[in-house]
C-alpha cells in the first residue's frame, strides 16, 4: 500500500503484528479506515493484549505524529470480554466519546475507536471498527449510573443477581437487584419517608468494611428496583464446598473458617447490624482453592421488612433460632436480639464438623418443632472422634434459651477456639457424610424462594430420602 501525504503530516502505514497475521483463530478484527473513508487494510485480533501506537513495540503500529508511542490497548479475559484502555496523551474515542488517559471502557461489536480525528489544523483521521467474531458482545440491556448489567448469576426471594461492569475501569462486580413490588420498607414509615428510609438502610451497609464481610460498593434506586453493588466472588459458598468434600471437616481446618465467621459477625454486631439468616448459602468462598470466607446478605431485613423477611427465613428453617420460630404468627412478637446469629453459628458449625445438619428433616416431627424444643443428638461414633472442647462450644452455642447461649465474647475466648489442638485421627465410621441431606437442603432453599417469588426453577427434583 503507498503512503499517503496530508500537508499536515506523512503517514506510513499502519502494521498489523506478526502473531495476528499469523494466528488461525482470531476472536475479532480491527478494520482501520483513514481520512475521506479510504480504507486501509483488516488486522485480526488473537492475543488477550493487544497494544496499539507509534512505539516499534507495539502489536498494532500507527506512525503517525498524533498518535502516543503506546496510545491504547485492547484487553480481552477469560469470559471473551473485550476493553479498551486509553494509553495515549492526545486521547482515544470510541464512538465519539473520549475515553480518558488511564481509564478503561467495556467494547461491543461495531464500536468506531479514533486513535486520531480530524481537527481544525488538519484533516488526518485514523479510526478502525471492532468486529468479534466469538460471541459478539452486545450492549448491555440496563445501565445503572457506570454499571453496566450482565448475566443472571442467581436468584432468590426477593432479588436476582447479575455480574456488572464498570465501565471506566473495566472491573467487574456483582449487584443485586431487588424488586420493589416484593419488599417493604425495614421501618413502619410510609410515603417519602419511607423511601428515604429505604436508601439510608442501604448506606448504613455501605460504610460496612471487614476482611471477612461482602464489600457493598453501591447502591441506586429506580422506581421499580433497588440496585446495590458487591464484590463478586467466585469461589461458591460454604454449602456447596461441604457438598462437594464430601465428609466432615478436620477440626483444624472447620476452626479456620469458624473464627472468620465469628469476627465478621462481632464486627456487624458492633456496628449495630444483625445478619439474622445467616446460612451456609450466605457464606461465600473468596476463591475455588481457598478457605477464605466472606458473610453476604447481612442486614437483609432492614432493607425488605421485617414481614416479608420473615417469609424468607421460614424457607430455611434449619438456621433459625428457637426464639425466632417461637415469634412466627403472633400477633405482638416479642423482639428478639443478636443471640440470633450465634444459633445460627452453631448450627453451620455442627454442619462443618458432623457432616449433617443437627436437625433430622427425614423425622415426621417438623425441623421448626425440633428447633423450638432444641432436638438434636449428636451421633456416637462422632462424639468419640471430636474433641471434647468442639462438643461443649456446639452445645453452649445451641442453648435454647437466648439469655444462657454462650455470648460472641465468650466464644472468642472459647478453649477450642484459641487453643491450637490438632484433629484426632478420622475414625472409620458408621456411614458417610450424609450429602443427601445437606443437597436438600439447598433444593429446599430453592423451593421455597421459587415459592415465595413465583419463578420457574432449572434444579432437579429433591433426592429421596434415606429411611430413617
Not at 160 to 187: E, F
Not at 217 to 243: H, N, P, W
Not at 254 to 264: D, E, N, P, S, T
Not at 293 to 306: H, M, N, P, Q, W
Request: charged share 25%; proline share 6%; with cysteine.
Amino acid at each position: 500500500m503507498a503512503e499517503e501525504k496530508d500537508s499536515a503530516a506523512v503517514v506510513a502505514p499502519v502494521v498489523a503484528p506478526a502473531e495476528a497475521k499469523a494466528s488461525s483463530s482470531p476472536w475479532g478484527q480491527a478494520s482501520f479506515k483513514m481520512h475521506n473513508g479510504k480504507a486501509i487494510g483488516d488486522f485480526p485480533l488473537a492475543a488477550n493484549m493487544i497494544t496499539f501506537g507509534r512505539n516499534k513495540g507495539c502489536d498494532i503500529k500507527i506512525p503517525h505524529p498524533h498518535a502516543s508511542g503506546y496510545h491504547c490497548a485492547l484487553q480481552r479475559d477469560a469470559q471473551g470480554v473485550v476493553f479498551l484502555e486509553d494509553t495515549s496523551t492526545n486521547g482515544t474515542w470510541v464512538n465519539g466519546k473520549l475515553v480518558g488517559k488511564g481509564k478503561k471502557v467495556y467494547t461491543t461489536h461495531g464500536d468506531i475507536v479514533h486513535v486520531v480525528r480530524p481537527s481544525k489544523a488538519d484533516n488526518e483521521e485514523i479510526a478502525f471498527t471492532l468486529l468479534f467474531f466469538e460471541s459478539p458482545q452486545k450492549k448491555p440491556a440496563i445501565v445503572i449510573g457506570k454499571y453496566e448489567i450482565g448475566d443472571q448469576l442467581g436468584s432468590g426471594t426477593f432479588a436476582n443477581v447479575h455480574v456488572c461492569l464498570d465501565s471506566t475501569t473495566g472491573l467487574k462486580y456483582a449487584v443485586k437487584v431487588l424488586d420493589k413490588k416484593k419488599i417493604s420498607v425495614g421501618s413502619n414509615k410510609k410515603g417519602p419517608s419511607a423511601k428515604r428510609g429505604l436508601v439510608e438502610e442501604v448506606k448504613i451497609l455501605q460504610e460496612l468494611n471487614h476482611p471477612n464481610i461482602v464489600k457493598v460498593f453501591a447502591s441506586f434506586e429506580t422506581e421499580d428496583a433497588l440496585y446495590i453493588v458487591l464484590e463478586l466472588l467466585q469461589g461458591g459458598d460454604l454449602l456447596d464446598r461441604m457438598i462437594s468434600l464430601g465428609e466432615e471437616f478436620p477440626e483444624d481446618r472447620a476452626r479456620l473458617i469458624f473464627i472468620q465467621m465469628m469476627k465478621a459477625v462481632s464486627y456487624l454486631h458492633s456496628k449495630g447490624v444483625a445478619h439474622r439468616d445467616l446460612k451456609p448459602e450466605n457464606i461465600l468462598l473468596e476463591t475455588k482453592d481457598s478457605d477464605k470466607i466472606k458473610l453476604t446478605d447481612f442486614g437483609l431485613s432492614r432493607i425488605v421488612g421485617e414481614g416479608s423477611f420473615m417469609k424468607t427465613i421460614c424457607g430455611t428453617p434449619m438456621y433459625v433460632a428457637p426464639e425466632v420460630v417461637q415469634n412466627m404468627g403472633q400477633s405482638n412478637p416479642k423482639g428478639y436480639g443478636k443471640a440470633v446469629d450465634v444459633w445460627s453459628m452453631g448450627v453451620i458449625l455442627y454442619m462443618l464438623l458432623c457432616g449433617e445438619p443437627p436437625f433430622d428433616q427425614r423425622k415426621p416431627t417438623p425441623i421448626l418443632d425440633q428447633v423450638k424444643k432444641g432436638v438434636y443428638k449428636m451421633p456416637e461414633d462422632l462424639q468419640q472422634s471430636l474433641s471434647k472442647e468442639a462438643q461443649d462450644l456446639i452445645v453452649q452455642l445451641l442453648a435454647i434459651d437466648p439469655l444462657k447461649r454462650i455470648t460472641l465474647e465468650d466464644v472468642a475466648k472459647h478453649p477450642w477456639v484459641v487453643g491450637d489442638r490438632k484433629s484426632r485421627p478420622k475414625i472409620q465410621r458408621q456411614g458417610a457424610i450424609n450429602v443427601q441431606q445437606l443437597a436438600s437442603l439447598r433444593i429446599s432453599a430453592l423451593a421455597g424462594s421459587s415459592s415465595a417469588s413465583s419463578r420457574d426453577s432449572d434444579e432437579p427434583p429433591s433426592p429421596s430420602r434415606p429411611p430413617p
